[in-house]
Structures are given as structure tokens and as C-alpha cells.
């Protein structure tokens, strides 16, 4: 037993109980640890004070220390799971100080505190993994279905103008009418005289050439009645011999053929 440790077996581990300590506190501020320190420190004072042959007070001694810890370690299994990142976040040591004491340490009690403690913290970060997933899940859900919804009303605002489109037309030519000037519409009614008399003249002018073919051949027969006789008598003759002339050439004609 020469050169032993005063902290005989607590010795690898009694770094934890500060690791603990500070852990608990962070979840809550109202869990001060200062009386359990003092009582903490003197039973280390009085371990430390054994004769180094007195193995069975050393013992009794390091079973307190055991009781300390098994203490801290329910403090730290009572932390509500919502406060348990805060508590990992307290110390990077503090997981492998509690993974610690769940393999190695001699107290069956204190290993398996440890061991409840890890499985609170795995099933505390899953949930809070789940959690985060979720609402993560519900936020890319929201941003999916937001194109969708921006298209169905970008799609109802094209089809309400397309059929507000011949309406604002009408509006706006009856707009333009309403604010035509007197001298606008004197003008136009101007336009439509001078159209419509346009259209007067050409019926008036083919109304005219028509007489004028009807009467000619009047005209003409009325000239050879008024003709002297000896005239219109030669002006036959001379139709005749013109036909003469028409039938001999169309006979010779056919004969040639």
C-alpha cells in the first residue's frame, strides 16, 4: 500500500464530481451545489488524512465519495430533457466523465446511474433530432407548395384580364367618343357629305352612259328616215353590194378548203 493515493480508487475519477457539478447548475440556476461541495470537501480532507495502512477507513471514506456521486448523478438524471443541450453544452469532458464512470468505476450503483443518464441524453438529442426535422420538414413543405399556389393565381389574374380585356376596349372607345370635339365631329360628319356624294356622282355618270347607248341607235334610224330618197336608196345599194362582196369571199373560201 506504500505510495498509494490519499483518493485510493476515486482518484481517476474525481474530476467528475466538478463536470457534474457545473452540469447541473447549468440547467437550472437555482441548483447551487455549494453545501454539496463542503460536505464533499471534507470527507476528501478526512480520506486524505488516513494512515496508509488503515485500507478499511479508506474504504469507508471512498463509499462516501460513492454516495456524493450516485447523488449528483439522480440531480442529472432529473433534468428535463428540453434542458439537456444546455447541459452538454456546459462541458466537451462531460460525456466521457459519465462514460467513465459507467465502465470503469467499482460501484455497481454509481455504473449504473452513469449508464441511465447516457441513455436520457441519447433519447433527449434523438427527440430533439426528430424535432428539428419536422419543422424543417414543414418548412420546405410550405416552400414547395408556395410555387404551386403563385402559379394557380398567377393563372386566375391572366385569365381575369383576358376577360376584362373587351370590356376595358369598349369602355375605352365609348371614353374616345365621349371626348371628341364639336369640331371632330363636324369634320367627320364633313367626310361621310363628301363620301356620299362621291358615290351620288358615279351612279349619276353610269346612269348617264346608259341613255346615251339606249338613244344612239334611235338616233341613227331617225337619220335615215329624214335621209332624201336617192340617198338612202344608194346607202342600201350599197350594203348590198358590201354583202355581195361578204358572201362571194366566204364561198370562195370554202372551196379553197
Same mark, same amino acid.
Not at 478499511?56 to 471512498?62: D, M, N, Q, R
Not at 332624201?228 to 355581195?244: E, F, K, M, Q, V
Given at each position: 500500500?506504500?505510495?498509494?493515493? /490519499?483518493?485510493? #480508487?476515486?482518484?481517476? =475519477?474525481?474530476?467528475?464530481? +466538478?463536470?457534474?457539478?457545473?452540469?447541473?447548475?447549468?440547467?437550472?440556476?437555482?441548483? %447551487?451545489?455549494?453545501?454539496?461541495?463542503?460536505?464533499? +470537501?471534507?470527507?476528501?480532507?478526512?480520506?486524505?488524512?488516513?494512515?496508509?495502512?488503515?485500507?478499511?477507513?479508506?474504504?469507508?471514506?471512498?463509499?462516501?465519495?460513492?454516495?456524493?456521486?450516485?447523488?449528483?448523478?439522480? *440531480?442529472?438524471?432529473?433534468?428535463?430533457?428540453?434542458?439537456? /443541450?444546455? !447541459?452538454?453544452?456546459?462541458?466537451?469532458?462531460?460525456?466521457?466523465? !459519465?462514460?467513465?464512470? #459507467?465502465?470503469?468505476?467499482?460501484?455497481? %450503483?454509481?455504473?449504473?446511474?452513469? #449508464?441511465?443518464?447516457?441513455?436520457?441524453?441519447?433519447?433527449?438529442?434523438?427527440?430533439?433530432?426528430?424535432?428539428?426535422?419536422?419543422? =424543417?420538414?414543414?418548412?420546405?413543405? !410550405? $416552400?414547395?407548395?408556395?410555387?404551386?399556389?403563385?402559379?394557380?393565381?398567377?393563372?386566375?389574374?391572366?385569365?381575369?384580364?383576358?376577360?376584362?380585356?373587351?370590356?376595358?376596349?369598349?369602355?375605352?372607345?365609348?371614353?374616345?367618343?365621349?371626348?371628341?370635339?364639336?369640331?371632330?365631329?363636324?369634320?367627320?360628319?364633313? *367626310?361621310?357629305?363628301?363620301?356620299?356624294?362621291?358615290?351620288?356622282?358615279?351612279?349619276?355618270?353610269? %346612269?348617264?352612259?346608259?341613255?346615251?347607248?339606249?338613244?344612239?341607235?334611235?338616233?341613227?334610224?331617225?337619220?335615215?328616215?329624214?335621209?332624201?330618197?336617192?340617198?338612202?336608196? %344608194?346607202?342600201?345599194?350599197?350594203?348590198?353590194?358590201?354583202?355581195?362582196?361578204?358572201? #362571194?369571199?366566204?364561198?370562195?373560201?370554202? $372551196?379553197? !378548203?
Amino acid at each position: 500500500m506504500a505510495g498509494q493515493s /490519499p483518493l485510493r #480508487r476515486w482518484k481517476p =475519477f474525481f474530476a467528475s464530481f +466538478g463536470l457534474v457539478d457545473a452540469a447541473i447548475e447549468a440547467a437550472g440556476p437555482a441548483l %447551487r451545489r455549494d453545501e454539496i461541495r463542503g460536505a464533499r +470537501g471534507e470527507v476528501v480532507e478526512l480520506l486524505c488524512g488516513v494512515p496508509a495502512g488503515d485500507a478499511g477507513k479508506a474504504e469507508e471514506l471512498c463509499v462516501a465519495l460513492d454516495g456524493f456521486m450516485a447523488e449528483s448523478l439522480l *440531480t442529472l438524471l432529473a433534468v428535463p430533457a428540453e434542458a439537456v /443541450p444546455s !447541459v452538454l453544452a456546459s462541458s466537451a469532458g462531460l460525456p466521457k466523465a !459519465v462514460g467513465a464512470l #459507467r465502465i470503469h468505476h467499482q460501484s455497481a %450503483r454509481v455504473r449504473g446511474l452513469a #449508464r441511465d443518464v447516457t441513455r436520457g441524453w441519447t433519447a433527449a438529442v434523438e427527440g430533439d433530432v426528430a424535432r428539428a426535422k419536422e419543422r =424543417f420538414d414543414a418548412v420546405r413543405g !410550405v $416552400n414547395k407548395a408556395a410555387p404551386k399556389l403563385d402559379a394557380k393565381r398567377g393563372s386566375a389574374e391572366v385569365e381575369k384580364k383576358k376577360m376584362e380585356a373587351p370590356e376595358a376596349s369598349r369602355r375605352s372607345s365609348l371614353d374616345v367618343k365621349k371626348r371628341e370635339s364639336p369640331e371632330e365631329k363636324e369634320r367627320m360628319e364633313a *367626310t361621310k357629305r363628301k363620301l356620299r356624294e362621291g358615290y351620288q356622282e358615279a351612279e349619276d355618270a353610269k %346612269r348617264q352612259r346608259k341613255i346615251q347607248v339606249i338613244t344612239a341607235p334611235k338616233m341613227v334610224e331617225q337619220r335615215r328616215r329624214e335621209m332624201h330618197p336617192i340617198l338612202r336608196d %344608194r346607202s342600201r345599194a350599197r350594203c348590198g353590194t358590201s354583202a355581195a362582196v361578204v358572201r #362571194r369571199s366566204l364561198v370562195s373560201s370554202f $372551196n379553197r !378548203v
